[in-house]
C-alpha cells in the first residue's frame, strides 16, 4: 500500500483535483486532509486566508500538492475566481465538496432577515452555483460531496428552523443534481456529520452539561473525528469503491440522526 506521510490512506485518489469549500477549519478540513492522505490534489477555499494556509501547509508537509484560494461563497466573482483558479493550477476539477456556511441561528420569531438570507446565500444558493461552474469539468467520472445535516429530518429543529430549512434545501439540490446530472457521469450525495468541531468544543466548554445531552443522543456515544471519520467517508463517496452510489445520504453520525 502506498501511503503519503502522516496519512495512512491508500491513495485511491491518486491525481484527482478536489475543490473543499469551507476548509480552513472543522469538517471541510477534516475532508481536505482526508482527500490528500488519499492522494487528491486539494484546493482549500475559505474566509480567512490565515486557516486556509494553514490546512495547505499541513496538507503540503504531509506530501500532497494544495491551493488555497481565499473566496466567500456568497459572492459569484469569487465561486469564478475559484474555479478558474484551480483549473489553472491543475487543469480540471474531478471532487468537489461543498462544506462552508454561514449558520442562521435563532427562533423564527427572532431571527435577522440578514441571517436568514446569509443562510441561503452561502447554504444551498451557493453549492449550486458552484455545481454549476464545476459540472463542465466534472462531466464523465466527477463526483460531488454536499454536507448537510440531520437537523434537515430532524423532527425537533427548535432555534434551528431556518438553518433545517437550508439544509433540506441543500438534500433537495443534491437528488435533482443526481436524477439531472447522472447522464453525465457525475455522482452527487449528501453526508450528515457530526464531528468533534472547534465550535463544538467549544459548546462543550461552555455547557458541559448540554453536550453530555449530545453525547447521550449518539448510540456510538461519542463525537466523530472530522478526518478519520467524517473525511474518511468522504474519500469513499469520492473513489471508485462508490462507484454505483449517486442520490444517497449519509450519515456520519454514530447512528443520531437515525438510530436514536
Known amino acids: 500500500m502506498t501511503t503519503l506521510a502522516?496519512?495512512?490512506?491508500?491513495?485511491?485518489?491518486?491525481?484527482?483535483?478536489?475543490?473543499?469549500?469551507?476548509?480552513?477549519?472543522?469538517?471541510?478540513?477534516?475532508?481536505?486532509?482526508?482527500?490528500?492522505g488519499a492522494g487528491a490534489h486539494v484546493v482549500?477555499?475559505?474566509?480567512?486566508?490565515?486557516?486556509?494556509?494553514?490546512?495547505?501547509?499541513?496538507?503540503?508537509?504531509?506530501?500532497?500538492?494544495?491551493?488555497?484560494?481565499?473566496?466567500?461563497?456568497?459572492?459569484p466573482d469569487d465561486l469564478d475566481r475559484l474555479v478558474?483558479?484551480?483549473?489553472?493550477?491543475?487543469?480540471?476539477?474531478?471532487?468537489?465538496?461543498n462544506s462552508a456556511m454561514v449558520v442562521p441561528a435563532g427562533t423564527l420569531l427572532e431571527i435577522s432577515e440578514e441571517a436568514v438570507a446569509a443562510g441561503w446565500e452561502s447554504g444551498p444558493l451557493a453549492a449550486l452555483r458552484l455545481m454549476r461552474l464545476c459540472h463542465p469539468?466534472?462531466?464523465?467520472?466527477?463526483?460531488?460531496?454536499?454536507?448537510?445535516s440531520s437537523a434537515s429530518v430532524n423532527p425537533s429543529t427548535h432555534s434551528r428552523g431556518v438553518y433545517a430549512a437550508t439544509k433540506?434545501?441543500?438534500?433537495?439540490l443534491s437528488r435533482g443534481a443526481a436524477n439531472e446530472w447522472g447522464p453525465d457521469g457525475i455522482?452527487?450525495?449528501?453526508?450528515?456529520?457530526?464531528?468533534?468541531?472547534?465550535?463544538?468544543?467549544?459548546?462543550?466548554?461552555?455547557?458541559?452539561?448540554a453536550m453530555a445531552d449530545v453525547i447521550a443522543g449518539i448510540p456510538l456515544r461519542r463525537l466523530g473525528d472530522q478526518e478519520?471519520?467524517?473525511?474518511?467517508?468522504?474519500?469513499?463517496l469520492a473513489s471508485p469503491a462508490s462507484s454505483y452510489i449517486t442520490g444517497a445520504i449519509l450519515p456520519v453520525d454514530g447512528g443520531a440522526a437515525y438510530v436514536r
Open 44 to 75: 482549500v477555499c475559505g474566509r480567512t486566508e490565515a486557516t486556509i494556509d494553514a490546512t495547505r501547509t499541513e496538507i503540503e508537509a504531509r506530501g500532497a500538492r494544495a491551493l488555497a484560494v481565499r473566496c466567500d461563497v456568497m459572492v
Open 84 to 97: 478558474a483558479r484551480t483549473v489553472e493550477a491543475f487543469g480540471t476539477v474531478d471532487i468537489l465538496v
Open 228 to 236: 478519520t471519520d467524517i473525511g474518511a467517508a468522504a474519500v469513499f
Open 187 to 209: 455522482r452527487v450525495n449528501t453526508i450528515f456529520p457530526l464531528a468533534s468541531t472547534p465550535a463544538l468544543r467549544r459548546f462543550a466548554a461552555e455547557e458541559p452539561d
Open 6 to 36: 502522516g496519512g495512512g490512506q491508500e491513495r485511491v485518489l491518486a491525481g484527482k483535483v478536489a475543490i473543499v469549500t469551507g476548509s480552513g477549519q472543522g469538517v471541510g478540513q477534516g475532508i481536505a486532509l482526508a482527500l490528500a
Open 137 to 148: 469539468y466534472l462531466r464523465g467520472g466527477g463526483t460531488v460531496i454536499n454536507v448537510s
Open 168 to 172: 433540506a434545501a441543500l438534500n433537495a
